[in-house]
């Protein structure tokens, strides 16, 4: 095949996002090998596309994944500092409802591997940013004490009532 080994990949995992050198199981896609996909609860990639890893070997690449609530858009991009072609820089995108997908608590991180062959990943840096609509939440907070107050006071009156 004339390829060289090298590791397995890396995966933010949250709704996995997957950099997958070389291919190492049938659920990976078959007519393509290095690939960068978004998979949901499984290993195969509901949306994939091609990756020249050997082509950027050591190179640093800036990736930001993204997720907007209101569209369900989950979308992953990333450019290489050291390229000019503009080609080399892409994206993906996956309409999904993480709402029906993830626990109310999730755990963010990465997990990568090389399997039998050697492979380099690091990690410079990277952030978690969330923007929860605490309006809502509040809101829902004040009905809870409304009703706990008015139950409150009814069973006072009530009670004293009783007793006189």
């Not at 690939?35 to 499984?42: L, P, R, S």
């Not at 399997?115 to 907070?141: A, I, P, Q």
Request: charged share 20%; glycine share 8%.
């Amino acid at each position: 095949m004339g390829r060289t080994p090298y590791g397995h990949g890396l995966a933010f995992f949250l709704a996995p996002v997957e950099f997958q050198i070389p291919p190492n199981s049938a659920s990976d896609p078959s007519d393509v090998e290095d690939h960068v996909g978004i998979n949901k609860n499984t290993l195969s990639s509901d949306v994939y596309t091609r990756w020249n890893a050997s082509f950027h070997s050591g190179d640093t690449a800036d990736v930001q994944i993204t997720y907007n609530g209101t569209t369900k858009n989950l979308s992953v991009s990333w450019r290489y500092r050291e390229t000019l072609n503009s080609q080399e820089n892409t994206s993906l995108f996956y309409i999904i409802d993480l709402t029906k997908i993830l626990p109310e608590y999730v755990t963010v991180g990465f997990s990568a591997a090389t399997g039998m062959n050697s492979g380099k990943h690091t990690l410079e840096s990277w952030e978690f940013s969330s923007t929860l609509d605490v309006k809502e939440t509040r809101k829902m907070d004040a009905e809870k004490i409304r009703i706990t107050v008015g139950v409150t006071v009814s069973m006072g009156i009530l009670i004293a009532g009783v007793i006189t």
